[in-house]
């Protein structure tokens, strides 16, 4: 398939020198690799190649898919029509309606969305004596939750 269509492609640029392919293109391209990529040999070797082979007919006589005779004579008329539906009685001390009717769903409920929180407030310059301090002060809460979770994992082994 894909020899068949960069031989389709390369038709149409020689053709239309200049003019590049563009989506609406691709449909008219692709009809005539796919027609004859798709061929009944093409098809039954792919399944040669992965090792199923094509059904041969002689193997497996009519005799041996002939319907089953288990039941010769197979009377239809002994049931009746099936015209009838039973209802199950629902009460409202029925243990089934009891929970239908306590799970039903009352109010819409919607979990407020959560707003982006800094881990630090830096305002202004970062040259500031206190922005440098909250900086200090972050970079040593991570080093420490880092030291934690390197301990956890040496105890682990």
């Known amino acids: 398939m894909k020899a068949f269509y960069n031989r389709e492609c390369r038709t149409f640029m020689h053709d239309n020198p200049g003019m590049s392919i563009t989506t609406r293109d691709i449909a008219r391209l692709t009809a005539k690799p796919f027609t004859k990529a798709f061929c009944t040999e093409n098809i039954v070797s792919a399944f040669r190649k992965s090792g199923l082979y094509t059904f041969c007919e002689s193997t497996i006589t009519d005799v041996q898919t002939a319907p089953a005779s288990i039941y010769p004579n197979a009377d239809n008329d002994e049931s009746g029509p099936v015209s009838e539906v039973v209802a199950a009685l ?62 956890t994992a040496q105890a682990k082994q």
């Open 90 to 151: 629902r009460t409202e001390t029925d243990p089934a309606t009891l929970f239908l009717n306590a799970r039903k769903i009352t109010q819409v409920v919607q979990r407020p969305k959560k707003k982006f929180v800094p881990p630090v407030k830096i305002v202004g310059n970062l040259n500031t004596e206190a922005n440098a301090d909250s900086l200090r002060r972050q970079q040593a809460t991570m080093e420490s939750k880092a030291q934690k979770v390197l301990k």
